[in-house]
């Protein structure tokens, strides 16, 4: 059955617009009219017609840091509960990070991971490890992970801390044109520590992450890329892409701007929670264990400099770094939390809220952050809404005022720092694979 969206506000900044419009879908799934324009498209029989009334219609939105836990932590979220948790949140699509049990360092894991995400409701890209069973020694088979359809390597959750290991991975992956994602944290500085090293570390008195830790590793990644671009000692034909992960200083975002004026093929992104959230808000919470996570929540200096490189376009894209915890390893003392919160189902509204209705950022803006830029980074094909083309679309309500409620969460875990949060702008709905989901609630 087609599908009309009708009277929507549209806008897909690869395509310039920003502009009242309506779409039919096609029961291919295939954009068969766009009008733009005022005047409504005449319903056909038997035709579904959702009523936007002047609500959003963007691109697909694209998250391109998850952990769906699955193979091997089932408990905590399977690749079924994080898609539909991607669909509630409004995401088309996500890109999945390795650190599963076991670690995903070969094609088989790969194939393991686009088996089952043939039935699901959204595309789940796979980031294979940048080194087996992400231990930071042997790098994995970039070469032939690329003829599986993979364009990037990470060990998230950790980095390679050995500069050697580092250079040939560098080198290396030129060979693939492979993007490498650093989680950037020197090690040396940052074990047995729990959250962000200051004041209220010490009045809580759990050991400290000095926030240097991340800067340290990522002025080293940037030192040798700039060394192996100076001399040449890439591959020939493709220079080295980097992209550093959820950056949470404002150091870290300082040598992010300065490598990107020098011509450095570098780019990177940053989470809701920390341009939303400080180390005071953990200091104050109740449930402690919802407020861990790797990088730690920081100092309001830190998170205004996440907000002012969301405005001046230091950061490339918004991306959750959803990671499932079940009760257990939340509920608990602080130290003894897992690292990680659950992100898919709030991006939007806190984007939303924090950024556009403040006036960090347009929504055109939040839409390349979250759909345009993360796609590009990862080297997948552009959205695009004109007709003949696959329809991948967000719907978004951005008035709806609602409250993050734990019994409406679609993921299987529930460990996030927002519940009970007041948000302003929601997702309606998805339409990708010629399939329309809802969002719950909407
Ligand atoms: O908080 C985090 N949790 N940071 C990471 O880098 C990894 C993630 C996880 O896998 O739980
Ligand atoms: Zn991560």
């Known amino acids: ?215 340290m590793m990522l002025a080293r990644d940037l030192m040798l890329l700039r060394w192996l671009e100076e001399h040449k000692l890439h591959a020939p034909l493709s220079r080295p892409r980097y992209h550093a992960a959820h950056l949470s200083t404002a150091a870290s975002l300082q040598l992010i701007r300065e490598a990107k004026r020098e011509g450095l093929q570098v780019s990177c992104e940053v989470t809701p929670h920390h341009f939303t959230l400080t180390d005071q808000d953990l200091y104050q919470a109740e449930k402690k264990g919802n407020f861990i996570m790797k990088p730690p929540l920081t100092s309001p200096k830190n998170r205004d400099a996440v907000l002012e490189a969301l405005a001046d376009g230091t950061a490339d894209a918004i991306a959750t770094d959803h990671a499932p915890h079940a009760l257990h390893e939340k509920e608990c003392p602080p130290g003894e939390a897992s690292f990680g919160i659950i992100g898919l189902e709030t991006s939007l509204g806190l984007t939303m809220t924090e950024l556009v209705m403040k006036g960090v950022i347009t929504m055109q803006r939040a839409v390349e952050l979250l759909s345009v830029n993360p796609r590009k980074i990862l080297q997948l094909p552009p959205i695009r809404i004109r007709e003949g083309e696959k329809a991948n679309l967000t719907l978004i309500d951005p008035e709806a005022v609602w409250r993050v409620d734990a019994g409406h969460i679609r993921s299987k875990s529930s460990n996030t720092p927002f519940i009970g949060r007041q948000l302003t702008g929601r997702p309606l709905g998805i339409y990708h694979k010629g399939i329309f989901t809802e969002a719950p609630g909407a």
């Not at 790098?139 to 032939?144: E, P, V, Y």
Request: glycine content about 10%; overall charge negative; charged content about 20%.
């Open 1 to 215: 059955m087609s599908i009309v969206f009708q009277q929507a506000h549209i806008i897909s900044p690869p395509d310039g617009l920003d502009t009242k419009g309506s779409i039919r879908v096609s029961d291919n799934g295939i954009i068969e009219t766009l009008s733009i324009g005022d005047t409504p498209l005449e319903p056909r029989r038997g035709e579904k017609v959702v009523a936007m009334e002047g609500k959003l219609l963007s691109p697909g939105l694209f998250d391109m840091h998850c952990h769906f836990r699955e193979p091997g932590q089932e408990y905590k979220e399977t690749l079924e509960s994080g898609a539909a948790a991607a669909a509630a949140g409004g995401f088309t699509g996500v890109a999945l990070m390795p650190n599963t049990t076991p670690v995903i360092d070969s094609p088989q894991g790969v194939t393991f991971i686009r088996y089952h995400a043939a039935s699901l409701p959204v595309d789940l890209e796979v980031i294979a490890a940048m080194t087996e069973g992400s231990r930071g020694e042997k790098l994995t088979a970039f070469g032939s992970l690329k003829t599986y359809g993979v364009t990037a390597v990470s060990d998230d959750g950790t980095a390679i801390q050995a500069s050697q290991s580092m250079r040939l991975a560098f080198e290396y992956a030129s060979n693939f044109d492979m993007l490498i994602i650093q989680h950037c944290e020197d090690r040396s500085l940052t074990t047995g520590g729990v959250m962000n090293e200051g004041m209220w570390s010490s009045k809580l008195g759990l050991k400290g992450i000095p926030d240097i830790s991340e800067a």
